[in-house]
């Protein structure tokens, strides 16, 4: 039997209008600011008019921690929504917009696979509706302004060894990474050292993801810090006086897109900030605004549930003041074996051992989940290689942790073949089951902070921070930042800091290499390892062969 | 009396839908791609199915050397295509998109002015349809690609100290001119010297301009030379397999932008090269496109008639085959009169003899365009402060040099002030009286076609050309560039290269200082002066009061 790739059943796509998508959930066309036939913004004045309805019922998709045989987090996402409303509830789907850079890298990737997919999927790869361009030029801006502040005479008083608001682009260029900036003589500036990272990296990127309105955007932009002066106090994005100007360049940006699942479904594709360094979740208005149009929002964050979850919970939640109603935990029988310790090319074999013995990881996921006070459903993404036995122990792990599997086909069947899963999680939501809190409360010292995640979720003796972090960390909570929640900057392939330790890791620390505040976007980043903020292309990159054919279609993208 | 400001008339404006405005020029909806309701990319489809048909008239708006009095060049594009509307023609207008960055400098502007202006405002001067930051995407990919190459093995044996290809970013950050790029160990490359420049600098930009749909598009971009080896030999964006990829980033921004002046006439906007070490002209996609939908099409090029017409009509028309029916000279009475010698400050006052004095500034104007053989008419436009004897002194003079001067009002009453205007210039269009030629022929050498534009054009005895950009441009001429056409980088103040000689200067020279090959665009650029392609910001930049007021409009920038 052969399948079709996932461009192809893209292209295959009977797409609607997205006036009528937006019909579905009561937009009206003048609400819509179309970006082409399928494409569009929802506008201000219309989520503005939504704001004393109810909310519909929110369901986090997360998953184990990655393995290279893939375990379909968005896939599922979609496939689920999808078999939501194929049983007639009224839902939608909101996950984040990529990035297009890294697509000329590696090839760009499907919103979902197999049948559970978000269209078009050529624009999503690349320019999409211009919000990551309206980021970088924001970001820019203020880079320029900063540096244009120091050229006219530096007022602020800024030591230019300190500013640390690198420069964005959206590119994979390894060459920007560290460059000295200004050189050339007087007319061009005081020359410094600087560096660009990529655009999803920018703390604008997580302000415009957490931001309630542009009210709100502006102030986050105007609490950023650029740089300190020589007395160590910092100079604010504010006191250069280009947050208005910075808000005006991402007033579109701020508006979610609308899209459609290839079932013709609704679906927002908005913000897309790092799973490492920021929080890794689509923006606070498409899933606030998604709440008031549905009754059943399908949502995901990045990464695994230890890193993702963690973070939607403890941060996007905690901000947005938003509480799921179930969450999803996606796990494989593939990803099982591996974590069973079965080599990738070995996993076409029936292995229940492996299967049983790679489980923990899940049952680990599954309890950190549940202490945060949300009911938990495992959905085995199912691959065509699955066979009973191997379905059956993985049912059979879950159903002995308290919580349920259940199989969902959604790759092969698209709706169709979520409709057991979408008709259990929507049980599970009306029941009302989830008494939803963070696992620490706002008071708590950062260090605390860290050592609560560190210990209960990674299960890691310990954090260790030397003196110099444990100083920063108090300097903030004197200057006011104490109450700020923790986002972890950790791989995202283990339990652990080791990427190579796969299960459920117990008896090791987790070393905090260096701590960040990103004070407009709200948490100060522990960063736990080697986090790249620029990737480069590869000896061949994707772009050397992406081209238009003949027939006008884009051709190596995927 | 009061007048209103461009920015209150571009707000009050009756917009229609752009589905409308389509209509008029027998665009159906489905093949216009919309960017909110009041901006439009034309399917290519669309435009490859016109092509059969009939070209329309084209007219060329251009003016004198630009003074701080201000002509309207833009202002009479907008209000002539209304006023043939008005008197019956189907006819519409097109002009080049606005450069973002410079907006957060000196305050952003509008397409036009009073009452003839081109709407939405606020969009043209933001992010409009993504065409700029497309162009910076597929530039930059380029830039990557080219410092990967090098860091993977360099096969193709590139000079680091040799790679011309520049990066670009749409924002005015002089710190970016000139800076040393990877740096920090062998994970970032081989450092070497590098800079930015303004995205409206970029070869891609004049490419996108000039390229007559996407293959040719895509042939431009590989015929691009990035760097040289140590033998001097050129290195291609085709060598480093980029091309693909960018026509893949920029195929949305080929199709031209619909959107309408204030009186609901069709206009495209769309491309926006410089002026100087580019062409200055919106794309050639956009012109031939319109000629097929309309029976006149007014157009503009940058800066004075000696700059921008000329290059409109030896690079833009000569490349695509167009020959306009009439040019429309764009002159003022205070330009006369500062050109005749009189201060910014002392304009209010009538002053008959300095308009005359001032008026062989004009003159040597119609002259040069009469040499290519087209129609010329002298469009005054009218400012409320200009008295009847110093209008009819003008007029005189210009009836004097074998034209005829019509005061237009376009400014002050729209379309209604241009009729006399646009009953004119069609009636010379459908006389059918041009017999146009560019000045120079294809094989010319080099040298030579700089030689004929300085003297010919400028006036000038001689330009200067050291042995060193002799020997140059004789190189190119035997690596086969010498068919192409010379673009002259010079003040635009001026006839000569001191910007502070008004007038119609003789007796002076024209030092060329460097010579540039854009072999993708297909022209040799004469750098004749300074030419900064990297702008900085002032010390108060308009970024600082740009804001969104409570009604949630746009302060500051304009």
Redesign the interface.
């Known amino acids: 039997m052969s399948y079709k790739s996932d461009i192809e059943i893209a292209r295959g796509a009977s797409k609607a209008l997205i006036q009528d998508i937006g019909a579905k959930i009561g937009i009206e066309s003048?609400d819509l600011?179309?970006?082409?036939?399928d494409k569009a913004k929802v506008s201000?004045s219309f989520i503005n008019s939504v704001q004393d309805r109810k909310n519909g019922k929110l369901i986090l998709v997360t998953a184990i921690n990655p393995t290279p045989a893939g375990e379909g987090k968005t896939t599922t996402t979609v496939g689920l929504g999808d078999g939501l409303n194929r049983i007639g509830k009224k839902a939608m789907v909101c996950i984040r917009e990529a990035s297009?850079?890294p697509n000329?890298g590696m090839k760009g990737g499907a919103a979902g696979g197999g049948y559970a997919q978000i269209v078009p999927m050529e624009d999503m790869n690349?320019?999409f509706t211009?919000d990551f361009?309206?980021i970088?030029?924001a970001h820019?801006?203020l880079?320029?302004?900063i540096?244009?502040h120091i050229?006219?005479g530096n007022e602020l008083d800024i030591d230019t060894r300190r500013v640390v608001w690198r420069?964005v682009?959206?590119?994979?260029?390894?060459?920007?990474?560290?460059?000295?900036?200004?050189?050339?003589g007087v007319?061009?500036?005081f020359p410094r050292?600087?560096g660009f990272d990529i655009t999803v990296a920018s703390e604008v990127m997580a302000i415009l993801c957490l931001a309630k309105d542009?009210t709100d955007l502006?102030k986050r932009l105007g609490d950023m810090i650029v740089a300190y002066r020589r007395d160590r106090s910092p100079v604010f994005a504010r006191d250069i006086?280009?947050d208005?100007?910075m808000?005006?360049?991402l007033?579109?940006a701020m508006q979610p897109n609308l899209v459609q699942t290839l079932e013709n479904n609704p679906a927002f594709v908005h913000g897309g900030p790092f799973a490492n360094i920021a929080h890794g979740c689509n923006s606070v208005i498409a899933t606030t605004t998604a709440l008031k149009l549905c009754d059943y929002v399908v949502t995901e964050a990045g990464f695994g549930a230890d890193l993702g979850a963690e973070k939607f919970l403890n941060i996007k939640c905690r901000k947005a003041g938003l509480a799921p109603s179930a969450v999803v935990l996606v796990a494989t029988v593939r990803a099982m074996k591996m974590n069973g310790g079965v080599a990738k090319a070995d996993l076409g074999a029936e292995n229940v051992d492996a299967v049983k013995a790679g489980c923990p990881n899940l049952g680990r996921h599954i309890e950190n989940l549940k202490s945060f006070g949300v009911p938990v459903v495992v959905a085995i993404n199912h691959f065509v290689t699955d066979t009973e036995a191997e379905v059956q122990a993985v049912k059979d792990f879950v159903a002995g942790q308290g919580s349920e599997a259940i199989v969902s086909q959604h790759w092969e069947f698209g709706g169709k073949g979520a409709e057991a899963l979408a008709t259990r999680v929507a049980e599970i939501a009306d029941a009302d089951m989830a008494n939803f809190a963070p696992i620490y409360a706002d008071e708590m010292p950062l260090a605390e902070k860290i050592q609560t995640i560190c210990k209960r979720i990674y299960r890691a003796d310990q954090a260790l921070m030397d003196q110099k972090i444990r100083n920063q960390l108090k300097d903030w909570e004197a200057q006011g930042y104490g109450h700020l929640p923790v986002c972890m900057a950790k791989t995202q392939y283990s339990f652990s800091t080791d990427p190579n330790l796969r299960g459920a890791p117990v008896g090791h620390s987790v070393p905090v290499r260096e701590v960040r505040l990103s004070a407009g976007a709200g948490f100060v980043v522990a960063v736990c390892g080697e986090i790249m903020t620029m990737p480069?292309?590869p000896?061949k990159?994707?772009?050397?062969?992406?081209?238009?054919n003949d027939a006008?279609e884009?051709e190596?993208?995927f």
């Open positions: 003048k600011l179309p970006y082409g036939h201000q297009l850079g000329f690349l320019h211009g361009h309206a970088t030029s820019s801006l880079s320029a302004m540096d244009n050229y006219w420069r682009v959206d590119m994979n260029d390894r060459a920007l990474r560290q460059i000295t900036t200004s050189l050339g007319s061009n500036g050292e600087a542009l502006q006086k280009a208005g100007a808000t005006v360049l007033k579109d480069g292309l000896r990159p994707a772009a050397e062969t992406i081209m238009l006008g884009i190596g993208l």
